[in-house]
């Protein structure tokens, strides 16, 4: 019955290590989103897929990397993860079609880079 | 480009007493106007929006928002909180147009005494 789930929930992790979270949304939205809420609980934009296509690309390092391979999945990659990139990741979707639909968030994963 | 910023970083209050978080924003373009709820270890859920219409807006959990132009303002109000209400409220803009990315601001912990 979720909506908007994320795998894994926590992650921790070595410096230098590759990782990779994972977001499903079966509510038949067709644009994704990837935030990243810091350790201050500040919440930024990193990505947004339409329907796979990329349509949002913030100043994110390229060892970030997000892949859809259809528009019910978003992943994001990381590569080389440094001590700052310990946060929590937010999936989000959203339908685009008729005018204004709000965006549903998953649950997060908290990521920790030890 | 928009920014939003949260006036109180913390706000302690009494049980049944009323409550407002501020929020400002700044933008060259139209935006809608959100506020979100983020309990303790959970994902974001929608409290209430402003798209168009009446500035005043009520959402869930006995909340209401009041958009006004002039001040580029969007404070959120409940009148009697409830222990329940302890969380961090976040108040985000929206462009109308293109990919509607959300801009967060820095969130409030809003924290309800017995």
């Known amino acids: 019955d979720t909506a908007v789930s994320q795998t894994p929930k926590y992650l921790v992790t070595q410096m230098g290590n590759d990782k990779s979270i994972k977001c499903e949304q079966n509510l038949g939205h067709d644009t994704m989103y990837w935030y990243k809420q810091d350790s201050k609980k500040f919440l930024k934009i990193m990505f947004s897929?339409?329907?796979?296509?990329?349509?949002i690309n913030e100043t994110v390092p390229n060892r970030f990397s997000p892949k859809s391979p259809d528009k019910a999945h978003l992943n994001l990659h990381i590569n080389s993860l440094e001590l700052g990139d310990s946060a929590v990741y937010f999936c989000a979707s959203r339908y685009t079609s008729g005018g204004f639909n709000e965006q549903f968030f998953g649950p997060g994963t908290r990521l920790t880079v030890l | 480009a928009q920014s939003v910023t949260q006036l109180d970083s913390q706000v302690p209050v009494f049980e049944e007493a009323p409550v407002e978080l501020r929020c400002n924003y700044s933008?060259?373009?139209?935006?809608?106007l959100f506020w979100y709820v983020q309990y303790p270890n959970q994902g974001l859920q929608l409290l209430l929006k402003?798209?168009?219409?009446?500035?005043l807006v009520k959402g869930i959990n006995g909340f209401e928002a009041e958009f006004n132009k002039s001040q580029t303002s969007f404070h959120l109000r409940k009148p009697s909180v409830h222990i329940s209400d302890t969380a961090e409220y976040f108040c985000a803009v929206g462009s109308i147009q293109g990919a509607q990315k959300l801009v967060f601001g820095q969130g409030t912990r809003l924290t309800i005494n017995p």
């Open positions: 897929y339409n329907n796979k296509e990329l349509i």
């Open positions: 933008s060259s373009v139209s935006v809608y």
């Open positions: 402003y798209l168009s219409g009446s500035t």
